[in-house]
């Protein structure tokens, strides 16, 4: 009987040592990679036959989700056959926008949680596009590409390691495209600092940048059963890194010649956040769980860093960060956007003046316009630009991202973003949590590509011939 108990509780022990962190000789904590299976291939540069027009089912039809519905209504080659939501007046909500602008009826689907399942399972989608809470993201997304469809999920599409390798796996067994729908990628600065950033204008990046300080107090209730302001209580980490994260991986060429190796974490305490639940419940909410700010330092392969942080409970203007350090110049966006380049600044002691603080050359607007002109990004056309900023979505961002995806999809191209960026990105969170969990120790990132981060040399956007 005894002996019985004591290999139970061995079992129990390796199970527990599989499922959490390792932590090795050197300090640096590890979680578990698992082993790519027999006969599946890593999914970069993944492609799927091209399709004329792609069809469209959208899966949580809230705030984001409605304007979802409403941009790609504009965009050439999409066409919306179905929509899905709990909540039945917000599918009706979403069919009106369609009918109003005199586009065909799309199926509807509502009244449970599970009603996405029969959308996915419809012949005619080509694309699921998922709006939902956090929670929701991985079932949809993993039940569309086993019905064969391609899955774009909101931010972070992922929150949990688990989560992040059942995607990564499922896209590279079904061979499905599973993007993350990182719209701060395509926001026109962004754009435009990247190009020059390829061009060599900053000289080698060696540090970088982003944020989300957003101060939500006043949108909280808006959310489908408070699940974001439920979220915050029961996590700690990075719960929304992706917008300061993907745009300067990009620049980075993260898994693309280079690749995070350790991050640390660290958060102050929760001050704001039980506050919230306070004002709203009356609940204690003494066991809130993230920080009012949390800040994470990743360390890359070549030596990069990059800062990103998280605040969405203290008042404070909105802030992105977007911060690119490199060895001939720098860019930042927020409050204002400032550009300068070593030519043109002060270079010998003898010029200096110690007393003023204001001697290093900020460009002019008028001088960061004519860059932007020599540096043009070659997804942004002046057509494109034009009906981006008509359209609108956070000013134009979140139509060149929903275009370029279809534009992708009809052309039969590789996307944008792929599976092990969704993963990168969204690592933050729960590598970030194990973290701060353990005293702010260091974390191994793992190589989501399982060993093949160095196969391509540098992002670049695909075109159709
Ligand atoms: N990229 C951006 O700029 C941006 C901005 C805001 C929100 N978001 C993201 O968009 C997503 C949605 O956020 P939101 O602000 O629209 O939230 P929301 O609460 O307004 O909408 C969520 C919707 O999902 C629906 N839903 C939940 N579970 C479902 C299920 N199983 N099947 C069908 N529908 C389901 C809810 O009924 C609700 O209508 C989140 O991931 C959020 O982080 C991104």
Redesign the pocket.
């Known amino acids: 009987m005894k002996a019985t108990k004591l290999i139970f509780a061995a079992a129990l022990l390796l199970a527990a040592a599989c499922t959490t962190s390792k932590q090795a000789s050197d300090g640096i904590l590890r979680t578990q990679v698992p082993a790519r299976p027999a006969g599946q291939e890593h999914a970069l540069e993944l492609t799927v036959p091209a399709l004329d027009t792609v069809r469209i089912g959208i ?8 304007s979802a519905v409403s941009r790609l209504s504009f965009v050439p080659g999409a066409k919306i056959v179905a929509l ?4 039945p007046d ?1 599918v009706e909500a979403g069919r009106q926008t369609l009918l109003n602008r005199g586009l065909p009826e799309p199926a509807g689907y ?1 009244g ?5 399942k029969a959308l996915c399972e419809r012949d005619d989608v080509d694309l699921v596009y998922i ?7 991985v ?2 997304a993993l039940y569309a590409m086993e019905h064969g469809k391609n899955a774009a ?4 599409a992922a929150t949990s390691m688990e989560d992040i390798w059942a995607l990564i796996d499922k896209s590279e067994q079904t061979r499905k495209h599973c993007m993350m ?4 990628c395509y926001d026109f600065y962004e754009l435009s600092c990247l190009a020059m950033a390829q061009a060599g204008v900053f000289g080698e990046i060696l540090h970088a940048e982003g944020a989300y300080l957003h101060y939500l107090d006043p949108y909280w209730d ?4 408070n ?2 302001l439920d979220f915050n209580r029961k996590h700690e980490g990075d719960v ?1 890194p992706t ?1 300061g994260l993907g745009p300067v991986c990009q620049v980075l060429n993260i898994h693309r010649g280079d690749r995070f190796k350790t991050l640390v974490a660290m958060d102050t305490k929760s001050v704001n956040g039980p506050l919230a639940v306070r004002k709203r419940t009356g609940e204690d909410a003494s066991d809130f769980k993230n920080g009012d700010l949390t800040s994470t330092l990743i360390r890359t392969e070549n030596g990069k860093t990059i800062l990103i942080e998280h605040g969405v409970l203290t008042p404070r203007p909105y802030d992105r960060m977007y911060q690119l350090v490199g060895t001939e110049g720098y860019a930042s966006k927020y409050p204002i956007p400032q550009i300068c380049v070593r030519r043109g600044q002060i270079e010998t002691a003898a010029e200096a003046n110690h007393e003023d603080l204001d001697q290093e050359k900020i460009l002019s607007r008028e001088e960061i316009e004519a860059l932007q002109k020599q540096y043009p990004n070659p997804v942004l056309t002046p057509e494109l630009e034009a009906l981006a900023k008509e359209v609108g979505g ?1 000013g134009g961002m ?1 139509f060149i991202m929903d275009y370029r995806l279809i534009y992708c999809l009809r052309n039969g191209l590789p996307l944008d973003m792929d599976v092990y960026d969704l993963a990168e990105w969204c690592c933050l969170g729960p590598l970030g949590a194990l973290s701060i969990e353990n005293g702010n120790r260091p974390v191994e990132v793992p190589d989501f590509t399982r060993g093949a981060w160095n196969r391509i040399q540098g992002f670049s956007y695909a075109f159709a011939e």
């Open positions: 899966v949580g039809i809230g705030m984001r989700g409605a899905c939501d709990v909540e917000r509502s449970s949680e599970d009603a996405y709006c939902t809470d956090w929670i929701h993201h079932p949809v999920i909101e931010v972070p729908l990182e719209n701060c808006a959310y489908w059963n699940w974001r929304y917008h956070h979140d």
